[in-house]
């Protein structure tokens, strides 16, 4: 016989899961304590700041990633990260303390009231146990989900007295043992089909998506983009939660609009859309028109069934991305030797256009947003990794950083703001060897703010470049864009993110002008630790 706590510990050992991310309570501790050996948790003071963190670690190691939330207030707070965790396809194994059994039919205080439904819409799996004896059983089963395509959050609750319960080697030893993977390959009439339509389109065009970079599939698209001469656009930023091009690259365009009309425009003069990793598409906001221009096709490669289901228009191959993209230039590669092949070698295409620029903005009084991004670029660590949340100014970062290496950026797919400082946290955890830079708008680092608690607790060593403009400058934009006037709570005076940080632990500065930011930024990135500068700019969006 062995405690369910042993044997679940053996499980998580196991799978790799030694870094546990969470907020404790009472309901949480006969899990926590002692952590057996190998183990390291990384306290975030608010359950969103913990799934962040999570998130951000699991979609930088690829590995599923244990977060544990207290009972039912506690993952009522994280259900906002879980929303995000679910769109970001992160692998998150989410468990959270419940009442002790006994307890639970007269609803003693801190039960969590149908703890199974409180994530759902956004969980891939939510599941209370039966028994102690099955909470082995069920946490192996949420970790599959999770790690499955489309990876993303399962969620376990665990009644408090399940810890200490004895159980049988025959409730846990073949899960401990078992493993399950998913990624799969395309079928291969499907892959042919598709090649035949690539080399037989006159004006194909790549799109880009976040699936490329979190399966694998950098290379290949590449390798696909310059075979074919395609001119290569990354899909919306939106959804984009990742990247999955070179955005130095040649070939490429640079970022899809996210919305109906500007999107089927920005396409218009192909005859083939080929997009690859990305939902079709994260339209926002409501600009409607046409889908696609009355002579456009469109094929999608997807590992998510629900992606391929649920596009309003063209075809789609469910597969792992990066398998199908190889599959798909290996293909290509034989057609192009074979002389019977229909259509012609893509030698014999036009090179993609140069990408168009659109014109640094006149130097006002206070630095654009474009400003701040062109000294960031002028000093971005060449295997940096961007984690990004500062909405007026996302435009102006892609256009200007010009990101090229795999891994190298994690925005928010969900849109709910405070994923970006948190999942900063966890990104550079899992990457340690690499810088990350996190942007972030004054009004979005308010809503995971706690969070610079984390990065000094733990010496994270982060470094934060906070745009500060008083307002919640896209919410303007978006006014006028929605024909609304006089919304009230849309103004942000005096807030100050480098004062709050210090109080938390986080050494900072704030800067105004050019000069300064730049030997600000410096500065910070040449430090070990924690760091952050707060940059005051202009309001408005900020395009280039
Ligand atoms: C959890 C959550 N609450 C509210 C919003 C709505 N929202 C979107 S952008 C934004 C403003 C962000 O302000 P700031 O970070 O200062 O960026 P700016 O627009 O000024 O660049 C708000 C409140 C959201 N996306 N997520």
Redesign the pocket.
């Known amino acids: 016989m062995t405690s369910v706590r042993d044997a679940a510990f053996e499980l998580f050992r196991e799978r790799g899961m030694t870094t546990i991310f969470g907020n404790p309570g009472s309901t949480e501790l006969a899990m926590l304590g002692p952590l057996p050996d190998g183990f390291r948790y990384v306290l975030g003071l608010q359950e969103a700041v913990a799934v962040g963190m999570a998130d951000g670690f699991a979609q930088a190691s690829g590995d599923v990633t244990h977060v544990n939330l207290h009972t039912a207030p506690g993952l009522g707070n994280g259900v906002?990260a879980i929303f995000n965790a679910r769109a970001n396809k992160a692998p998150l194994l989410v468990t959270a303390g419940q009442q002790a059994r006994s307890l639970i039919t007269m609803q003693a205080n801190l039960t969590n009231r149908d703890a199974v439904e409180v994530p759902k819409p956004y969980a891939k799996w939510s599941h209370e146990p039966p028994r102690a004896a099955d909470v082995p059983f069920a946490l192996a089963q949420a970790i599959h989900h999770a790690s499955l395509p489309p990876k993303g959050p399962a969620f376990v609750s665990i009644p408090m007295d399940d810890w200490t319960a004895e159980i049988a080697p025959v409730d846990y030893v073949t899960q401990i043992a078992r493993s399950v993977g998913g990624r799969a390959q395309a079928d291969p009439a499907q892959v042919a089909a598709l090649a035949r339509r690539l080399r037989t389109a006159e004006r194909p065009v790549f799109v880009a998506g976040p699936e490329i970079d979190a399966s694998g599939g950098w290379d290949a698209a590449v390798e696909l983009a310059e075979s074919q001469r395609l001119p290569v656009w990354a899909s919306p930023a939106t959804g984009g939660g990742r990247i999955g091009f070179p955005e130095d690259h040649a070939a490429f365009q640079g970022v899809l609009p996210p919305a109906v009309a500007p999107l089927a425009q920005a396409l218009a003069s192909h005859d083939l859309v080929l997009v690859a990793g990305s939902s079709v598409f994260p339209y926002y906001p409501n600009i409607p028109g046409d889908f696609l221009a009355a002579d456009t096709e469109l094929v999608a490669i997807t590992s998510d069934p629900d992606e391929a289901a649920r596009a309003p228009m063209g075809e789609a191959i469910v597969a792992d991305v990066a398998l199908t993209l190889r599959a798909l230039v290996q293909e290509l590669a034989e057609l192009s030797e074979r002389a019977d092949a229909p259509g012609r070698n893509p030698s014999e295409r036009e090179s993609p256009p140069a990408r168009f620029e659109l014109d640094a903005p006149a130097p006002g009084d206070q630095l654009s947003?474009g400003e701040v991004h062109t000294i960031l670029a002028g000093l971005f660590p060449a295997d940096g990794i961007v984690v990004l949340?500062?909405?007026?100014?996302t435009a102006a970062l892609r256009n200007n950083l010009r990101l090229s290496r795999p891994g190298s950026y994690y925005f928010s797919a969900g849109?709910?703001?405070?994923f970006g400082l948190a999942a900063a946290l966890g990104v550079q955890l899992a990457q340690p060897e690499r810088q990350v830079v996190c942007v972030?708008?004054?009004?979005?680092?308010q809503?995971a703010i706690t969070a610079f608690w984390t990065a000094a607790a733990y010496s994270i060593p982060v470094k934060f470049l906070v745009?500060?403009?008083e307002?919640?400058?896209?919410?303007?934009?978006f006014a006028t864009l929605e024909n609304v006037t006089g919304a009230p709570g849309l103004d942000?005076p005096r807030l100050d993110v480098a004062a709050t940080a210090s109080s938390y632990g986080v050494a900072g500065v704030t800067v105004a002008g050019r000069d300064g930011l730049h030997d600000a930024l410096a500065d910070a990135l040449a430090q070990d630790g924690p760091r952050l500068v707060q940059v005051d700019v202009a309001?408005g969006m900020a395009l280039a």
């Open positions: 906002g947003g949340e500062s909405p007026s100014s849109g709910g703001l405070g972030l708008g004054e009004g979005s680092a809503y745009l500060r403009n307002e919640y400058s896209i919410l303007k934009w942000l309001p």
